[in-house]
């Protein structure tokens, strides 16, 4: 039998590495019952290009390209991807502020780069 200090030890190691579990499962984009919102770029635009979201609801919103590497980047949403012409990438989002929210385009992708743009409306 184990000393009960040592077991002790034992109980705790377990609910740290259950608590660790818990925290990378909950980092993980569900692949549940979560909206998913899809956007396609292209040269030099968003498709769609404006995005309504609603106040603490998560969004997942999943990217293509059609041709080049773009990027993808709501600074004031704190979350940034690019955008791959082979492949989908998903950001998962949970706006926290009602407003309107720029993002933009931050891969530099060809001569009218600069004006690549999108809006997210977060509703109540
Ligand atoms: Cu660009």
């Known amino acids: 039998m184990l000393p009960t ?18 925290a990378y499962v909950a980092a993980q984009p569900a692949a549940t019952d ?34 080049v590497i773009m990027g993808f980047n709501a600074p004031d949403l704190g979350v ?17 502020k009602v407003g309107k929210v720029e993002f933009l385009c931050d891969v530099f992708c060809g001569l009218l780069h600069e004006e690549m743009a999108g809006l997210i409306t977060v509703v109540d």
Do not use: N
């Open 5 to 22: 200090k040592r077991k002790v030890q034992l109980i705790a190691a377990a609910a740290l590495a259950a608590m660790m579990i818990g």
């Open 34 to 67: 979560e909206p998913v919102i899809k956007i396609t770029a292209r040269k030099f635009e968003y498709i769609p290009h404006e995005v309504t979201l609603r106040k603490d609801v998560a969004v997942i919103l999943e990217f293509r390209s059609e041709d």
């Open 80 to 96: 940034r991807t690019d955008i791959l012409p082979d492949k989908t990438t998903r950001l998962r989002v949970v706006p926290t």
